[in-house]
């Protein structure tokens, strides 16, 4: 992403195509390059405000958690995995990962096994101390921040409580105090991005959030909302029309000097995705491990669960489940009809508009009859 020709290109080097390339390459091979793994759900956003308007995870999000995998049975599965190859992990959905007690404890060892992390935080939780140790440890990260205007962004966040907490200041000044301590200052230190989902309170402001991302070396993740979780019930209030995203779109266009697309997050081909009970589970028409990209409630399958079957037993069983299901007629019925509806999206989700052309292009490539991978 760039703007202009004289503007060097910005990335989330954990989803460039350099981390996706490779591990396309490392997953045709047999080796499994990346886990995506869930932690805890709990957010303490919740007690204070509520939580954020549109979360997709509320109706899980302090629930009961007793039955959440323990920190000795993820280090197991971090060190099972680094024996099949795991370079990546990302950690994605859920709760907030800072408010788990076992976060800062796995971070360390995966920064021991020398293995990359890519954190998906709302920011508010971390502290001047806790950006030292992220840093420290090359942790990579993206913050929720759907506005530089405190007054709509306290909105998103959970409304009279989020401004009474001062939680969009927070956040602000969290990615301020990312910037000072060296994020995105060079390429050879942590990366630094932020999701940006375009509703009618905040539309208006994404064009100047851009600015500042572009200026500060920020990779600006802007996605469509989803009709999911909280959002269902409000989702006519606060999804813009189509002419909107279409004018958010244009404005985008002209501020990069080229068309906006979300990159592909690796995690979603090339990996596995463990929920914080140690369920393996995939997208049950596509074979990804995240069903997010369609906008909707996704509907997923278990493969199976780590307590009770090995990693290694439980990738080979994804594979297998993604080889049938690319060799199936019932998948291509399913593209047809899935191009129809990205048709009319203007950002789309995870993977944005390419995902029937180039996402599952991929997929196709790996475990289609006429591709390579695992046979």
Known sequence: MKRGDNV?????????????????????KGVLPCLDI?????CD?????????????YSQINDNYTNELKLDEIIQIIKDGKKLGVRWVYICGLGEPLN??????????LRKLNINVSLFSNGIYITEKNID?????????????DSLDSYVFNKILGGKNAEEHKLAQKICTTITKL????????????????????????????????????????????????????????????????????????????ILGEDYKIPICPAAVAGLHLNNIGDVIIHKDTGINCGWFSLREPEMVTIGNIRTTSLRVLFEKVQNYRKNLYDS????????????NESKLIFGGCGGKMLTKYFLGIMTKIYGTNGGGNK
């Not at 080097?13 to 390459?25: G, K």
């Not at 788990?100 to 060892?109: E, Q």
């Not at 140790?133 to 921040?145: A, D, G, R």
């Not at 007629?329 to 129809?340: G, T």
């Open 329 to 340: 007629s019932n998948l291509r019925h399913w593209i047809k009809k899935y191009q129809f």
């Open 179 to 254: 910037l000072e301590h060296g994020y995105s200052s060079n390429p050879n230190n942590p990366s630094l991005a932020v999701s940006i989902v375009p509703t009618k309170y905040n539309i208006t402001h994404i064009p100047s959030l851009l600015e500042f991302c572009l200026n500060n070396n920020i990779f600006p993740l802007v996605g469509e909302l989803e009709c999911a979780g909280r959002a269902k019930k409000i989702y006519s209030i606060l999804c813009p029309t189509n002419e909107q995203l279409k004018e958010l779109h244009k404005s985008l266009k002209k």
């Open 8 to 28: 060097k290109t910005i990335e989330y080097f954990p989803w460039s195509e350099f981390v996706l390339n490779e591990s396309i390459i490392e997953l045709k």
């Open 100 to 109: 788990d007690p076992k976060f800062f404890d796995i971070i360390s060892f």
């Open 133 to 145: 140790f992220l840093f420290q440890h090359s942790v990579n990260l993206i913050l929720k921040c």
């Open 45 to 57: 956003l919740i007690k204070v405000t509520g939580g954020c308007i549109y979360c997709d995870s």
């Open 38 to 42: 869930e932690l805890s759900g709990i």
